[in-house]
């Protein structure tokens, strides 16, 4: 979870493409930056964006040193939503504790999973299976379906 504002600029923007789920505030803007002072990209910048906003919007991003303001970068994908920039960092809090509250386990599969979604079709079904698989045997998942049995919120553990 990343929570940005003021201006997430050249390692900052790479960071913020990392990000499973990213708030902005609306002063927050977005630009690649190395270009205009001669240098390349890092930070996972040239993988991450591409798969994030798209090759031709990376392109842009790195070849003309675009800025993106808040509702552009939301526009391409790259935040998952804006809110007032008082509002963020509680905003930022409620997602992290919800997160935190989860089945962190079965998150960390499905972040893979979606890491390694690129490949073949099938070959991804068979991930899937073996993920699922592997978080059937977890104390999470047996909480989870007790829960929903139980008409109830989930207590996760991480185990």
Same mark, same amino acid.
């Given at each position: 979870?990343? #929570?940005?504002?003021?201006? #997430?600029? =050249?390692?900052?923007?790479?960071?913020? !493409?990392?990000?499973?789920?990213?708030?902005?505030? @609306?002063? #927050?803007?977005?630009?690649?930056?190395?270009?205009?002072? =001669?240098?390349?990209? /890092?930070?996972?910048?040239?993988?991450?964006?591409?798969?994030?906003?798209? &090759?031709?919007?990376?392109? %842009?991003?790195?070849?003309?040193?675009?800025?993106?303001? !808040?509702?552009?970068?939301? %526009?391409?994908? &790259?935040?998952?939503?804006?809110?007032? /920039?008082?509002?963020?960092? =509680? %905003? !930022?809090?409620?997602? +992290?504790?919800?997160?935190?509250?989860?089945?962190?386990?079965?998150?960390?599969?499905?972040? @893979?999973?979606?890491?390694?979604?690129?490949?073949?079709?099938?070959?991804?079904? /068979?991930? %899937?299976?073996? #993920?699922?698989?592997?978080?059937? @045997?977890? +104390?999470?998942?047996?909480?989870?379906?007790?829960?929903?049995?139980?008409?109830?919120? +989930?207590?996760?553990?991480?185990?």
């Amino acid at each position: 979870m990343v #929570a940005a504002q003021g201006a #997430a600029a =050249g390692a900052g923007l790479s960071l913020v !493409a990392g990000g499973d789920i990213v708030i902005a505030g @609306r002063s #927050a803007n977005f630009s690649m930056a190395y270009t205009g002072i =001669g240098l390349t990209a /890092d930070g996972g910048a040239t993988w991450l964006l591409p798969r994030v906003v798209g &090759l031709r919007r990376t392109q %842009e991003l790195a070849y003309l040193g675009r800025r993106l303001n !808040a509702e552009e970068a939301a %526009e391409y994908g &790259l935040v998952t939503r804006i809110v007032d /920039d008082e509002a963020l960092a =509680g %905003e !930022a809090e409620a997602i +992290a504790k919800k997160i935190a509250a989860g089945p962190t386990g079965a998150f960390g599969a499905v972040k @893979r999973l979606l890491a390694e979604s690129g490949g073949n079709y099938d070959a991804q079904l /068979d991930a %899937e299976a073996t #993920a699922i698989e592997n978080a059937m @045997r977890s +104390a999470d998942a047996a909480e989870g379906l007790a829960a929903f049995l139980g008409r109830r919120p +989930a207590v996760f553990t991480g185990k």
